[in-house]
Structures are given as structure tokens and as C-alpha cells.
């Protein structure tokens, strides 16, 4: 296990990179690291994830009441403290607001096409998340039936959630789904989205195992 001063400053240099990618604005988005059974480290709230220091993360115990900062946590807090409770494997999680991927989500469309090989390999299907309203247990609700087959979650009308063993796996996941809304995007503008055929999905799923990802993960899409 990372030192705490190890996982703050990777937490940092995170929200610096949500910010310079544009993934956030303003106060926008919250990351979380899960320390153990009973604690998460978690980024305040009302500080823009591009200017957070060490000393503005939040340690809490995992019904959410703060041990150590002198900061609020994230209002989205209980979102991540849900996820770490019905995923025990998930160590990390990170929520944002890329445009592109956002804007599906906006649009009520949820990326569940096989298209790119390294999308299948990674995270599979990503699903649309009903909305529910930020900060309240509405918020996460509907996120429930999804978390045990998705890593990554489209949110409707408000954003991207992902989750990872690590923080570097929470936040590639987050690249990844904004790499791929971008692309997807662009197909549709040029009129036509070719997917690849089941046979040729199967293979990149049996690959999963050389890399050492989830066999299961985005294999099911709700409707």
C-alpha cells in the first residue's frame, strides 16, 4: 500500500490533469482513493482540481465524516462511498465532465457500441446512467444496478463516473471514454459507424486475461 503522501500528491497531479484536458471547470469533479476498509482520501469541495494542494485533500471515515483536513469533502462523497461498499475491488474513483463524452450523456445516448479494440479490451460497453440529482442519494441510486458489470458510467445530463483497483486505472478509464466519445462522435458526423462483428469482440474479450482486466466488465448493457 501507497504511503498517504504517495497517493496525495498522484491525486493532485490527477486533478491537474482533468483540468489542463479540460475534462473539468471551475470546482467541477472529485477523485477518491480507498485507504482501507475504513478510510478514503477525497478532494474538497469548492477548490478547482487544477490549483488543488496536498493540504486541501480530505481524509474520511467511510460514512463520510471527516478525520483530518480543513476542508469539506466533495457533496458527491456518498456517490463514492456507495461504489466502494457495493465494490469491494475498487480502490479509486473519479468524476468529471469531459465534453465530448458528457455531451452523450447530455444527449440521453450511451456509448455501447464495440467500435475500437483497445474500448473492448479496457472497459467493454459503457452504459447511460438515469439521472438523479448531484449530491443527494437520488444521485446514485440509479447508478447501483450498473456498478457490478461497468467500470465507467455515463452520467445523464451531468458527466463521467469511473472506478479502478488503483487511481491510475480510475483515471486511464477516464482518458478512455473521452478518447472514445470523441471518435464516436466524428463517425456519426461522417455518417456512418461501423462496429466490429461478435466473433471479433469475443476474441478482444478472451484477451482481457493477458492484461490482467476484469473478464466480465461492460459485457452487459442495461436498457
Known amino acids: 500500500m501507497k504511503s498517504i503522501l504517495v497517493l496525495k500528491k498522484e491525486m493532485v497531479e490527477v486533478g491537474r490533469r482533468m483540468y489542463v484536458r479540460g475534462y473539468v471547470a471551475s470546482h467541477d469533479g472529485n477523485v477518491s482513493v480507498k485507504l482501507d476498509e475504513n478510510r478514503i482520501l477525497i478532494t474538497p469541495t469548492g477548490v478547482s482540481k487544477g490549483f488543488m494542494k496536498h493540504a ?3 481524509l474520511t471515515d ?3 465524516r471527516v478525520l483530518k483536513g480543513d476542508r469539506k469533502p466533495s457533496s458527491e462523497i456518498f456517490m463514492h462511498l456507495k461504489v466502494y461498499q457495493e465494490r469491494p475491488d475498487v480502490n479509486s474513483v473519479c468524476h468529471a465532465h469531459p465534453v465530448y463524452a458528457t455531451g452523450f450523456a447530455a444527449a440521453g445516448i ?6 475500437l479494440p483497445e474500448v473492448v479490451i479496457a472497459l467493454g460497453t459503457i452504459p447511460l446512467v438515469e439521472y438523479g440529482t448531484p449530491g443527494t442519494a437520488a444521485f446514485y441510486k440509479p ?3 450498473y456498478l457490478k458489470d461497468h467500470d465507467a458510467f455515463l452520467l445523464a445530463n ?3 463516473l469511473t472506478v479502478g483497483e488503483d487511481l491510475r486505472k ?8 473521452e478518447h472514445f466519445a470523441r471518435i464516436y462522435f466524428v463517425s456519426l458526423q461522417l455518417g456512418r459507424v461501423q462496429e ?6 469475443e476474441k478482444l474479450i478472451q484477451l482481457r486475461k493477458k492484461f490482467g482486466i476484469r473478464p466480465d466488465s461492460g459485457r452487459k448493457t442495461l436498457r
Open 110 to 115: 450511451p456509448l455501447d457500441k464495440h467500435v
Open 56 to 58: 486541501d485533500l480530505v
Open 158 to 160: 451531468h458527466g463521467v
Open 196 to 201: 466490429l462483428a461478435q466473433e471479433e469482440v
Open 170 to 177: 480510475a483515471y486511464h478509464a477516464m482518458e478512455i471514454v
Open 143 to 145: 447508478l447501483i444496478p
Open 62 to 64: 467511510r460514512d463520510g
